[in-house]
């Protein structure tokens, strides 16, 4: 990160798309981080969704990055505008923990399983890879998306580590 990049955090049902100069930086739990990088034109995304569908059918309308069904698409289509077409990037994917297990709810406990599944699905129809996984377990993550050389920073438990990892 230079002394110029700007840091963009990317809140809970949100989606931040940067490039060159920019870090994009989100802390999950349950939710699903999906980073989508492009290493020719250094262009990035997260998107930070909390379920994987909308069980009423009506929250989407009025809040589509939430939910993974109609937020991927829309990740998709972002990418696309900044000018990064599917074929061109590859995707991560991080969080979707178990954060719930004191509770007693059987849709508590399968959050995050749900979210993993529904992004490992859509981005199999797709066919954009997923390069690097760090999802499930117990533990939150915080994640910062480096665009100008897509390196990703994982903070869990404690540790640090950098993947560099983007094709």
């Known amino acids: 990160m230079s002394i ?3 840091i963009i955090n990317v809140g809970i049902a949100d989606i931040k798309v940067g490039a060159a100069d920019v870090v994009l930086r989100t802390t999950l739990g349950s939710c699903i981080g ?3 990088y492009d290493p020719e ?6 998107s930070h969704i909390m379920l994987a569908k909308d069980p ?3 929250d989407s309308l009025k809040f589509p990055h ?4 109609t937020a991927l698409p ?12 599917v074929g061109k990037f590859s995707c991560r ?16 406990q399968n959050i995050g399983e749900q979210n993993i599944q529904i992004v490992r699905k859509f981005m199999e129809d797709l066919k954009v890879p997923i390069i690097v996984e760090d999802v499930a377990g117990n533990e939150g993550r ?15 438990a404690g540790m640090e580590k950098y993947l560099y990892k983007v094709r």
């Open 4 to 6: 110029k990049s700007k």
């Open 93 to 108: 994917m991080f969080g979707g923990a178990s954060m719930f297990k004191g509770i007693n709810s059987n849709f508590l």
């Open 66 to 69: 939430k939910y993974g069904e």
């Open 56 to 58: 009423t059918g009506k």
């Open 74 to 85: 829309e990740l998709i289509r972002m990418m696309k505008e900044a000018g990064s077409p």
């Open 142 to 156: 915080t994640i910062s998306l480096y665009c100008d050389d897509g390196r990703v920073l994982l903070k869990k």
């Open 41 to 46: 034109q250094k262009i990035g995304a997260i």
């Open 34 to 36: 999906i980073v989508l």
